[in-house]
């Protein structure tokens, strides 16, 4: 009541209050995104839910005494893709309460989804019953397709350039990458017998390392958030694959598809640790879950590309290419299995499984598709195995680590199959160990020739290493036909076109490189690159590069090119030299004859390449004699101009010296004086007989 008493008494209770309502011509322009968006943005789609569901049609048709043995045999089919949240089976009306025939299954995730449709569909249940699998909202997408005719909406041409335009260079010439500076630089080189010649430099290119895909069109550069490909006469950007974190990747043979590996990208609803992808669309064909990345490549190709196979614990699963899907819709189960390789000329497969109680140890070689085994061979006191396929797949060689009763520590046998004959028989050949001390020789490195019927071995202990060439005769014999013993030597490196070949004694053994002939297996030549850590034949198999790299030895770090007899032609010391790695060729287009031909008329074709490399030398001299000229010709001119400038200054050197010209050394004789200097030079004492 105090504060109503205090009031004045003017105050006017009746005032109009303002309006706040909006005038009738104003426009409201914010719109609901802006004013509700996070709300929004969680309102519930219609397709929540739908993309997660699949139907399977062509199911079998059971009664309710039956039904729960097929829900069994359905969950125990699709539960492997994810796990099955809801089902339904929807029946006929009527006494019997049959099954329609399809199903419908709701996964917790859409990628399970797509999963299950992408392994699932087509898979034969019996004779009768063949599952088609589609995702639930695929019957929207399909309904909604026009009755009429749209032409596709017709997509720009890229062009890349000639992919190929490093095979038309007119020396034929090869290229080569090398990174540096400890990564931060890289270039692609034309190999040149005299000095090599820049093709492409680049700062950065790359994060970690480059690789070349098989054929050599792509040169891959990895990056923090993925893979890039380049190509073409200029290195454009080809095609980028967004993996976060990637460190590995591997190519399809073909050039097709690139497999890539992050150790960051897995989860168990959508596995990301392995992607393939279609290099010529960039498109994600498939991901895999992978818990480790040590025996990388996890997936190996078959030589065409048509299917690739990766191993786990008593499972072999192979799929084919371009579905993705594994091979005949299931896995090969193989007990105990512990290695595969694929051979490089055919769709073969041989794998190898271990000793298990009285079962003897196996080798398998499976003919694909049809999953028929062409060959098996059993093995006894097995320890261990390792497949070692000749280039051409003519020859698969089986390295077997045995331990017989009566010999102290491990025995190698070398198991020969011959791939091209019959019912493809097996030689053995036995690395013998000191008969006195009953002890076995100790394996230290196997090569095959890559074209041709020979293979090496290193063997022993150092400083006893022995190096053992064979050959794999028609007449079913594999003859020893040339051992060096004491080398200094842990690795073998053939020339890519055979014959000629490098024992290396890399890192440890202090870079010791010895060049053999193997026609005739002579000793071409033995030399040195110190602490060399790698060896790069070149395609042609004309050149070999040894390399120290900053990765593994922080000084001395260069790389040198020789000859295929052992002439050293380059050193080429680059900061921090890293890695070097020739630029593969495809495979020629020429026929067998044709190349037999060829080396039929080589001496015709030697003659033109003789003359091309004196003419080389000659366009050298040539380019060294015109530089010379030149420099003698800016010589003549500065001497004349120096000469014009002398006579100019003559009158001020006069003038300066009193009148005395001092230019002629025979000027101003009268003012001469003569003086004779002499001084002792040595004392020698001859005594005299008496």
Known sequence: MHDTEDMPADVDFDEEEPSFSDPEDFEDDVDDEELLGDLLREKPQEADGIDSVVVVDNVPQVGPERLEKLKNVIHKIFSKFGKITNEFYPTVDGPEGLTKGYIFLEYGAPTQALEAVKNADGYKLDKQHTFRVNVFTDFDKYMSISDEWETPEKQPFKDFGNMRHWMEDPDCRDQYSVIYESGERTAIFNNDAKDPIVSEERARWTETYVRWSPKGTYLATFHQRGIALWGGEKFKQIQRFSHQGVSLIDFSPCERYVVTFSPLMDTKEDPQAIIIWDILTGQKKRGFHCESSAHWPIFKWSHDGKFFARMTQDTLSIYETPSMGLLDKKSLKISGIKDFSWSPGD?????????????????????????????VRNLFNVVDCKLHWQRQGDYLCVKVDRTPKGTQGVVTNFEIFRMREKQVPVDVVEMKGDPESKTAESIIAFAW?????????????????????????????????????????????????GQFMVLAGLRSMNGALAFVDTSDCTMMNMVEHYMASDVEWDPTGRYLVTSVSWWSHKVDNAYWLWTFQGRLLQKNNKDRFCQLLWRPRPATLLTQDAIKVIKKDLKKYSKIFEQKDRLSQSKASKELVDKRRSMMEDYRTYREAALLQHDEQKAARLQLRGGVDTDELDSNTDDWEEETIEFFINEEIIPLGE
């Open 449 to 497: 020739e890559p074209n041709g019927s020979k293979f090496a071995v290193l063997h022993g202990e150092s400083p006893r290493i022995n190096a053992s060439f064979y050959h794999v005769k028609n007449n079913g014999k594999i003859e020893l036909i040339k051992m060096f013993d004491k080398q200094q030597a842990n690795s073998i490196f053939w020339s890519p076109q």
């Open 347 to 375: 769709n073969i497969i041989a794998f190898w499984v271990p000793e298990d109680k009285d079962i003897p140890a196996r080798v398998t070689l499976m003919q694909l598709p049809s999953r028929q085994e062409i060959r």
